[in-house]
């Protein structure tokens, strides 16, 4: 496609490769789509638990007015949901800077193209963490007026900075109107950064529908893992595997129906990545309506675990949507330039090899003391003993080696400027 502005016509692959910086990328491009996808599935899933969590505990402050079970619900569902928004923002910085480096031409062009909508997201997150912080540190479950306006004021902003997202990525989809956008069909110069030039609906729905369909799938974990908490009211977890499972089974379902209508509409549903990977979201899908059956059951945590599959799923049909979206004006980040520099991949690596390290000996120390009644104490147990003792040592030997590396690397670069 050509595009004409003051008298200089230019095709749209022209245009991708002008924007494209210059100065190239110091590695492989594949390796950095490929961590793209992993760390937009993780970031996804636990905005998924945010927005599923406070959504659902305001339906159970709701019903809290006659039902003692949904009531006591609602702190966990808060505190699930305020730390998961958390983690959310922790890993969305990854993906973030992925897509800025191999789409930087579609990066900052929808920054532009929508900069408020963009800029904004950030006081909207604050608004809705704090919103619900709040009601969280009240400690209420009564259905105040009060403790609604908290409710409305963090869902409102969550899903504000979900359009704003939605919006960042689904413009960059379309290069061939970039122009077109920007000046007005070529007349006049819109800088003003107020509009939302592209937005799909059933794509959007998709990932508000998984929200719930995640979160279900979460409540019913949650009752397995605690089934044997004598300290806990079982009548209480009961409740929760059943809120959980009423959750989760159609809202999977309206999750799959919505990204079919999304691709079938913009004509990817028969390419062999999105049909195959589709028909593997259905599977999960029906494994839950088939083994969803109780706390005891082992299938339950199996179940929240290919949830997590089902995020990555979609992670992995987004990207490819926006691969075969760039093939079509013969751009791709495979010929992006690259000069080659090992040192910046070698202290990313490091990084991630330390923190999971660290993860593991903290997540374990959580899994073993959310599994009993009382206070953990590994000294009791020597498998615990010797798995705590091994995991703090390989996080000890890691973390020096990474500040060696850390200081090492600054300090080469220092000299060698």
């Known amino acids: 496609m050509t595009t004409s502005v003051l008298g200089a016509s230019f095709t749209t692959e022209e245009l991708l490769r002008a924007l494209r910086y210059a100065g190239g990328i110091d590695f492989y491009p ?9 760390f937009w599935g993780i970031h996804m899933f636990f905005i998924n638990l945010t927005i599923g969590n406070i959504v659902s505990s305001l339906v159970n402050l709701w019903r809290g007015r ?23 923002i922790v890993f969305g910085v990854a993906p973030l800077l992925f897509t800025q480096t191999i789409y930087d031409e579609l990066w900052y062009t929808a920054n532009n193209l929508s900069a408020w909508i963009i800029v904004l997201f ?34 409102v902003f969550i899903i504000y900075g979900a359009v704003a997202m939605h919006t960042f990525t689904y413009e960059g989809l379309f290069p061939d109107k970039w ?33 719930f369909f995640i979160t279900g799938l979460q409540h019913m974990a949650a ?68 083994f969803a059956r109780s706390p005891e059951s082992l299938w339950t945590p ?17 990207e490819a949507i926006r691969v075969l979206t760039l093939a079509r004006f013969n751009h791709t980040i495979a010929d992006y330039p690259v000069y080659l520099n090992v040192l910046g991949p070698i202290l990313f690596f490091g990084t991630m090899l330390t923190l999971g390290t660290f993860l593991f000996y903290v ?55």
Do not use: C
């Open 223 to 290: 009752s397995w893992f605690f089934k044997n908490r004598t300290d806990l009211e079982q009548e209480v977890l009961a409740y929760r595997f059943r809120f959980g499972k009423r959750m989760a089974l159609p809202f999977g379902l309206l999750t799959i129906a919505s990204w079919l209508i999304y691709v079938t509409l913009d004509g990817w549903i028969m390419h062999p990545v999105i049909y195959w990977l589709t028909l593997a979201l259905v599977l999960i899908w029906l494994l839950t309506v088939r």
């Open 179 to 211: 122009v077109d956008w920007y000046t007005d069909g070529g007349t006049t110069m819109k800088s003003d950064g107020w509009h939302i030039y592209a937005f799909n609906v059933p794509r959007f729905l998709t990932f508000i529908f998984l929200s």
């Open 302 to 318: 199996v179940l929240f675990a290919l949830g997590f599959v089902f995020v990555e799923i979609l992670s992995v049909e987004r």
């Open 66 to 88: 006659r039902l003692v079970l949904a009531k006591k619900m609602v702190v966990s569902q808060l505190r699930t949901g305020i730390i998961s928004l958390s983690l959310g």
């Open 122 to 155: 950030v006081p909207a997150i604050i608004f809705a963490y704090y919103a619900g912080y709040l009601f969280y540190l009240r400690k209420k479950q009564e259905p105040t007026l009060f403790n609604y306006l908290l409710y409305i004021v963090a869902i």
């Open 30 to 38: 594949q390796v950095f789509q490929v961590l793209l996808v992993i």
């Open 363 to 417: 997540l374990y120390g959580v899994y073993k003391a959310g599994r009993q009644t009382g206070v953990f104490d590994p000294e009791t147990n020597p498998r615990s003993k010797s798995v705590s003792q091994g995991a703090a040592r390989l996080t000890l030997i890691l973390f020096t080696l990474w500040q060696i590396a850390f200081w090492g690397i600054g300090l080469y670069a220092v000299m060698r400027s």
